[in-house]
Nanobody, 121 residues
Framework: QVQLVESGGGLVQAGASLRLSCAASGRTFSSLAVGWFRQAPGKEREFVALISWSGGTRYSDSVKGRFTISRDNAKNTVYLHMNSLKPEDTAAYYC???????????????WGQGTQVTVSS
């Protein structure tokens, strides 16, 4: 079993940066892919970024070049570095872990409770 806890969200102005953290418990974390997803009010949850167990990454087109995902397996933590934030990045951000490298939410077994990011214009 893996438990995930997100942190680092907050209220920032457009153009600012934030770093989200996803801390995991469980000895199998280093063998799992981890994804970040987000859900804005009134919208479906969408894929943001993922990192494989070996460090390979993938990003959605909307965040490519602005967000960077990284992981520290020694700390059982995955980070989402968000730069040049825009009001349209406002959402609840969730991390998820699973055995497959995929942007599909259905393939992730473990989910955190989410952290809110609000970007003002």
């Amino acid at each position: 079993q893996v438990q995930l806890v997100e942190s680092g969200g907050g209220l920032v102005q457009a153009g600012a940066s934030l770093r989200l953290s996803c801390a995991a418990s469980g000895r199998t974390f280093s063998s799992l892919a981890v994804g970040w997803f987000r859900q804005a009010p009134g919208k479906e949850r969408e894929f943001v970024a993922l990192i494989s167990w070996s460090g390979g990454t993938r990003y959605s087109d909307s965040v490519k070049g602005r967000f960077t995902i990284s992981r520290d397996n020694a700390k059982n933590t995955v980070y989402l570095h968000m730069n040049s934030l825009k009001p349209e990045d406002t959402a609840a951000y969730y991390c998820a872990a699973g055995p497959y490298i995929s942007s599909s939410q259905s393939l992730y077994n473990y989910w955190g409770q989410g952290t809110q990011v609000t970007v003002s214009s």
